[in-house]
């Protein structure tokens, strides 16, 4: 079939699209190399989680993937081309990595085996491995394993058989090592030669030392090879069982869940990975196997050491800006009193976030903080700063996802920190997960109340704040302040949906409103009048929004798409009448903020929040999406959209016929991270 008659992509086949743009990166001669090291990481990362969460749904024998039916794609014609793709991208991958390491040598840095090292490198292997690695060590014999629950998926693992030169008919002995990466670095640089750096790999190092484990108890010759395990991660949440407590479940129910993805050493010898898959009870239960290269777990590279003297390697460092118009020490809710503020993250500085949460907890006038928190730094500084309010005084009241994906025991322990401080933490919404970024402050002075509100597109988290593109608007506007107050009533009573006239609120109003601008802007085209859509978004795979935007521009409606990753709808279809045009950034940063924009017959409108166009997202998630106001944000944003829709550095194509092509013209280069 021609691509320009396919309306649809399947989800997991774009989504796979987008994870190669990420490799793209690291194999981009453009983008410093040990960047180019750490998109290897992410890459990895990346496709781990893709086993973990969606292969299972995608199985021919599975009937959980609701968007087949939906959108009528033939179940098995999808599984073989997933397994094409998946495979296909692991050959890229080992290129990547085998291109990537000839780089690294050409700048005199060395990764060395076990079998490279000169004598003096093995002395100080040897004695890094006593001193710090063998007491992290705790060898299993085989023939004691009896199944994969003995394994952790997070881990890498040497099977490792073992041998006497001293007993020439004597049977081998088999033993598995977990690699204590958790522990410690993937990497140990060992010391400069001239002008060269050389690292080893904690694999190697312990296959260099494997004498100091096994010599002790008769074996002194060794084959080690490296194997991994990827469990399923994805399972239906019971709504009718205490929330808390199914989570708890969840995460015991992950660390023994069923073995969907076992990966192992090409060069291991088939007798030894028979011993060990029998010992698994992999045999007949592994739904995918995959010979691949000696190491595995590359999302490790995401932590490649810094190497201070090839600082030349990397991205020039680009702190944050502080924002000159908010100056530090600055009354922040008197500024926001004054006018509405948009900080964009990173490029400016998340530290205003900070302020402001600090203030609140200590301003004689502040009576309440509302929060809702998905994922948060480890030791986060913003609910450090609600526990500080609670102990002034202050009424806090937080709603924590507990569900957020990965990061429940982080988001447990949240919890329970904050209910023994006193804070008030609203139970989980068992049918819902609340994905709305807001933040609501009271303050009372003279028996007046007034209200304060923060919206933005991503978690309040310090640290991703750094890596994370993301937009968060202060603002004291009576109409929207009003509107978080009645979210955050929905969230805490659970009562009826209440009626939202300003907010777009998932799953409440948000689709209708959506659908009603998009349908102005076709009664506009209809009309012979100038119309247009421009969406910065993570995802678009709900069929109501695509074929609606379908529609839209078969009517004439201009639309312009920035989608990170998933995007359904197929850009080069016929439908699109040429309308459509659509371009995916994969750079330095990760592009995460949302942004709406609707021509609306010349009175621009503009809108951020929290919501991607996802069927699942927008029907069973908190979502809010804000307008904004004010006519000088709006035009920054409109100055950073343009910037990015001219960019020809980091740009791609989403579609099917040119998929992942580097947009390319013949202006100025733009690099649309840099340019901002």
């Not at 190491?295 to 030349?312: I, Q, V, W």
């Not at 202060?474 to 978080?484: G, L």
Request: proline share 3%; hydrophobic share 40%; aromatic share 10%.
């Amino acid at each position: 079939m021609d691509t320009q008659d396919t309306l649809y992509i399947h989800r997991d086949i774009s989504w796979l699209r987008f994870n190669e743009r990420v490799l793209q990166e690291a194999n981009d001669p453009s983008v410093p190399l040990l960047e180019r090291v750490k998109f290897l990481g992410i890459y990895s990362n990346n496709q781990d989680e893709f086993f973990r969460t969606r292969i299972m749904d995608l199985k021919p024998d599975t009937k959980h993937d609701n968007e087949l039916a939906e959108y009528m794609f033939d179940r098995e014609k999808v599984w073989q081309e997933v397994l094409h793709l998946t495979a296909t991208l692991r050959k890229k991958f080992e290129t990547t990595v085998s291109t990537l390491l000839q780089e690294l040598r050409k700048n005199h840095i060395f990764i060395l085996n076990e079998t490279e090292v000169s004598d003096q490198q093995r002395e100080f292997v040897l004695a890094h491995f006593r001193r710090h690695v063998r007491s992290h060590l705790f060898p299993l014999f085989l023939e004691n394993v009896s199944d994969h629950t003995a394994l952790n998926e997070h881990s890498i693992y040497l099977l490792i058989k073992m041998l006497s030169d001293q007993q020439k008919k004597q049977k081998a002995a088999y033993s598995i090592l977990e690699l204590p990466t958790n522990r410690m670095s993937r990497f140990l640089v060992l010391p400069k030669q001239d002008d060269n750096t050389y690292l080893m790999m904690l694999d190697d190092v312990i296959r260099l030392s494997l004498a100091d484990i096994f010599t002790p108890i008769g074996y002194n010759v060794f084959e080690a090879y490296t194997f991994k395990i990827t469990r399923n991660a994805d399972i239906e949440f019971d709504t009718t069982r205490d929330a808390l407590q199914v989570i708890k479940d969840l995460v015991e129910w992950r660390k023994q869940s069923e073995i969907i993805r076992f990966l192992y050493d090409r060069n291991i010898p088939v007798s030894m990975l028979k011993h060990l898959k029998k010992a698994l009870l992999l045999t007949n239960n592994v739904n995918i196997e995959a010979a691949g290269s000696r190491y595995h777990n590359s999302k490790d590279f995401m932590r490649f050491p810094e190497l201070p003297d090839k600082a030349n390697l990397r991205h020039k460092p680009l702190l944050p800006l502080d924002l000159q118009s908010i100056p530090l020490h600055s009354n922040m809710l008197a500024l926001i009193k004054a006018k509405d503020w948009l900080i964009h993250f990173p490029y400016q500085s998340f530290q205003r976030m900070t302020d402001l949460l600090r203030e609140a907890s200590i301003d004689p006038y502040v009576t309440s903080i509302k929060m809702t928190v998905y994922r948060v730094a480890e030791d986060s500084a913003i609910l450090n700063a609600l526990v500080n309010a609670r102990r002034n005084g202050k009424e806090v009241t937080v709603y924590v996802e507990a569900k957020a994906r990965f990061d429940e025991i982080n988001n447990l322990y949240w919890v329970k920190r904050l209910t023994n401080e006193g804070v008030k933490v609203l139970n989980v919404l068992p049918d819902f997960k609340v994905h709305a970024k807001m933040l609501f402050i009271t303050t009372k002075k003279n028996e007046k109340e007034r209200h304060y509100a923060a919206i933005g597109t991503g978690n309040p988290n310090e640290d991703t704040a750094l890596i994370y593109t993301d937009k968060l608007l202060f603002t004291a506007n009576k109409d929207i302040t009003r509107e978080v107050a009645m979210v955050f009533g929905l969230i805490e009573n659970r009562l009826s949906f209440p009626k939202f006239n300003t907010l777009l609120v998932a799953p409440v109003n948000l689709r209708e409103r959506f659908t009603e601008l998009i349908d102005f802007e076709i009664k506009q085209a209809q009309n012979g009048k100038k119309a247009s859509i421009l969406f910065k978004i993570n995802g678009l795979s709900d069929k109501q929004i695509i074929d609606k935007l379908y529609y839209a521009a078969s009517q004439g409606v201009d639309i312009q798409l920035i989608v990170r990753g998933i995007c359904v709808l197929n850009t080069q279809a016929k439908a699109s009448c040429q309308r459509i045009h659509g371009i995916s950034i994969v750079d330095r940063y990760l592009e995460h903020s949302r942004v709406y924009v609707f021509g609306n017959a010349g009175n621009t409108l503009f809108f951020i929040g929290s919501a991607d166009f996802i069927k699942q997202k927008m029907d069973h998630r908190i979502e809010v999406v804000t307008p904004i106001y004010n006519k000088e944000i709006q035009q920054e944003l409109m100055n950073i959209l343009a910037i990015q829709l001219k960019d020809n550095s980091h740009a791609r194509y989403i579609g099917l016929h040119n998929v992942n092509e580097y947009v390319k013209n013949d202006h100025q280069t733009v690099d649309s991270q840099q340019e901002i």
